[in-house]
């Protein structure tokens, strides 16, 4: 094996690894939550809040048309039982009455108000319940899968970091230098570019005879003049 093909294997399996990890920490992010579930979570929050509210609200509604019904049953008391006998003081409690009852009847249309939205309410939160009961299920299905590809990259990931420790102990260690560096400065990661008809493959810039020669017969590393790529010829 020729230096140049010993990094071009080496490179080989960084370029896996690089992948697997990089799923791999997609997979992490998923696993952390799903904005979609969150979002409905948020919502079904929102609706319990509303419902709790809006119950409240028709319980001191209904408390407040209790408190007149007896009130109106008490002024009726009075003035039907022959209590009073002035009418002045009659006319006063009928007075009174109407203005009771008058109040008590604009109370029967916010009863019946609260009534609708307490429905309206329940009805969308147990929609929203559903659908997130939905959305958790779904998440806990892909959960599943995904920690099982997790496992498996990690195993994968395993293996070709022993693969490439015995790679490695063959490789002069001014090699891994130069190789770790060049790959640390490319995004793409690429260290060993392959020479294709004379060219470098990452960069397209034709390599001189005397580098393709030379990364040819293996001997010397031969580095592209332009990316500053080590060049395989394969
Ligand atoms: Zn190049």
Known sequence: MSRAEALYRLQLLDLEIDRARKRLSEIAMSLAGSPALEHTRAEATKLEKALRSAAAELKSIELDAQ??????????QRLYSGAIRNPKEMLDVQQELDMLKRRRAALDDRLLAAMEQ??????????????????????????VQLRAERDKLQAAIEGLSEQREALCRGIPAKDLQLYTAIRAKKPNGVAVALLKSGACSQCGETAASQLVQQAHTGAELALCSNCGRILYQA
Do not use: G, P, V, Y
Request: glycine content about 0%.
């Open 118 to 143: 307490l429905e309206r309410l329940r009805a969308d939160e147990l929609r929203c319940r559903q659908s997130l009961a939905q959305a958790e299920r779904n998440f806990a299905e892909d959960s």
């Open 67 to 76: 408190m007149l019904d007896d009130k109106i049953a008490a002024e009726e």
